[in-house]
Structures are given as structure tokens and as C-alpha cells.
């Protein structure tokens, strides 16, 4: 299995990734420099979080227009699976690869905090080992997080189950309360209709050892690696 | 030399959290009968060699994310 972390000017969060795959899945695994217009061999290409191009004019805005972009387009008409973490979740819909938009969190704050997401589908590479209604304990970090779609597309991406995450209560209800960000219908994470391409604002990277609160972030990567390993792609 | 002048709005129906803020905050300070307000971006671009329709692919492709927000521009001469 061959991993690729995306490298942008401003990424922070790709040394995280690349740390976990290597040391925690022993797995072998390149970054990948955002002038790199041919990504080939790889299995799973992860954008990472941070602060591509300083998040001038809006998040992810710029770095969509990346080289490697292209490449990561190909790879992923392909098939292969793409995750987008935080910063790479809103580079991924600022590229149109996945719908909506991401805006200023409701209160306005930067937040970085553990919160509970519930698991909505667990039949995608990124959640296979998991299961449905499921809560995971992870950490979030960012400002613009409040994802945002029209009432048509929110209705179209729960018709195809596409939302994968929902910020929710540890006992799994979705409500305002427990809303972090002001997320329309509590969105954490969605996937394209293919399902091959996943954006989450939390940051499963940040809690796959123990020693940091919290190992709920592997199922992530362990759900990949079954995915791949079972030759489904 | 021209200089478009772009202004980028939130589209109606998007909640603004800025401009919510900044209601009270005017509200805060006695103004009363403030109705709305929205916080957008306005962006200076000077040229030369290119057509309106250039600056309005900019703002299509680049400078507004059209999921969320709207875009109009006016195009003059350099004073």
C-alpha cells in the first residue's frame, strides 16, 4: 500500500499524517509537492490540514489551482481514494470535487477542541470497519468549518448517503447544542456520489495513539487499509 | 491603465456571522433602525490589455466562490 501527502505552502498537518501512517500502520508512504502535476502509484493521496497560501481570499481558494491538483484529479476519475482533512476538505470543495462551500464559524472564534462525530454510512472505503451510529472522539481546528449547501443539495447528498460524519452528542444525537461550527444539518464530512473522495473538518491524524486522547481517528485509516487490502477499488 | 472595482457579497439566504456581529455591534454603540448588514470583500484590480469578460472569468473561476457568493464589478480609468 503506497500513501501520498500533499505538500502545500502553509500545509501544517502533513507531517501528522505522514507520521501516522509510517510509525503507527508502518505503512510506506511520500509526500507529495503541490508542483507535482503526475501523481502515479499511489493507493490512497491524503490533503492535509493548515493554512494553504495563508487562506488568503477564502480557504482553499488558491491551492486548488495547484499542479498537483490536476493529478489528484486524474487519480481520482481513476478510482483512487482521495481524503481531504480540514484545510484539505475545503481545498476539495473549493476545486468542485466535492458540493458546497465552507463559511466562518457561526461564533466567529477559531475553535480547536475534541467533539463527537456520529458515523452515518458505514459502507464507504473510510468507514468500512466501522459502524453506523457510531461516535467517534476527535479533535477539530479550524475557522471555517460551517459547512454550507443549499437546501437542494443537502437533500441530495442525504438522498445518496453522502454525509459521512455529523457532529453529535456522545450518545449520538445531532443537535444545535452540540453543533460546534453553525454546519447546516450538522455536516462533518461528505463524500462524492462515487464515494472515492472524502472531506471531514476533524482530524482523525491527530488521535490515532493513545498517549493523545484518543485512538478513534484510526478506524479511518484502518477502514482504507481493508478497503484496499480486500482489492475493492 | 483601468481599474476594475470588484465587490464580493455573501448571497442572500447565507448567513453572515460577520454581519450579524457587526448589527450589534452598531446597535451597541445607541444607532437604532439597522435593518441588516452584510460584510463582503472588495478587490482593486488595475490593467491593462484585457476585456470585461477577462475580469469576469476572474470572478467566476477565482475571486468568488459562486456556492456562496455573488460578484459585480465596474470598470473605469485610473485616476
Not at chain 1, 456522545?170 to 462533518?188: K, M
Request: charged share 25%; net charge neutral.
Amino acid at each position: 500500500m503506497k500513501w501520498g501527502v500533499v505538500v502545500f505552502p502553509g500545509s501544517n498537518c502533513d507531517h501528522d499524517c505522514y507520521w501516522v501512517l509510517k510509525h503507527v500502520f508502518a505503512q510506506e508512504v511520500d509526500y507529495i509537492w503541490h508542483k507535482e502535476s503526475r501523481v502515479e502509484g499511489y493507493d490512497c493521496i491524503i490533503l492535509p490540514g493548515g493554512f494553504s497560501y495563508g487562506d488568503y481570499l477564502r480557504t482553499g481558494a488558491i491551492a486548488r489551482f495547484s499542479k498537483v491538483m490536476l493529478g489528484i484529479e486524474k487519480f481520482a476519475n481513476r478510482g483512487g481514494l482521495v481524503l481531504g482533512i480540514c484545510n484539505g476538505f475545503q481545498i476539495l470543495l473549493e476545486a468542485g470535487f466535492l458540493p458546497g462551500a465552507m463559511l466562518r464559524n457561526k461564533n466567529l472564534n477559531f475553535i480547536c477542541k475534541y467533539v463527537t462525530i456520529r458515523v452515518e454510512n458505514d459502507q464507504t472505503p473510510f468507514t468500512n470497519i466501522t459502524s453506523q451510529d457510531r461516535v467517534l472522539n476527535i479533535p477539530i481546528a479550524h475557522m471555517e468549518g460551517n459547512y454550507y449547501a443549499d437546501k437542494t443539495m443537502v437533500e441530495e447528498l442525504n438522498r445518496n448517503n453522502q454525509v459521512i460524519f455529523r457532529y453529535s452528542s456522545i450518545d449520538g444525537r445531532c443537535t444545535n447544542e452540540v453543533n460546534p461550527n453553525g454546519s447546516v444539518d450538522n455536516i462533518a464530512g461528505i463524500c462524492n456520489r462515487e464515494g472515492n473522495i472524502l472531506g471531514m473538518m476533524p482530524h482523525p491524524e491527530r488521535c490515532t495513539e493513545k498517549r493523545l486522547g484518543s485512538e478513534d481517528g484510526k478506524v479511518i485509516f484502518e477502514s482504507i487499509l481493508r478497503w484496499l487490502g480486500n482489492g475493492v477499488r | 491603465m483601468l481599474l476594475a472595482k470588484i465587490y464580493v457579497t455573501l448571497k442572500k439566504g447565507v448567513l453572515d456571522p460577520q454581519g450579524v456581529t457587526v448589527k450589534k455591534a452598531i446597535e451597541s454603540l445607541g444607532y437604532k433602525g439597522i435593518e441588516d448588514v452584510r460584510v463582503g470583500k472588495y478587490m482593486e484590480i488595475k490593467f491593462d490589455g484585457l476585456n470585461k469578460d477577462a475580469i469576469e472569468q476572474m470572478c467566476e473561476r477565482l475571486l468568488a466562490n459562486p456556492v456562496i457568493e455573488d460578484y459585480r464589478f465596474e470598470i473605469g480609468e485610473v485616476t
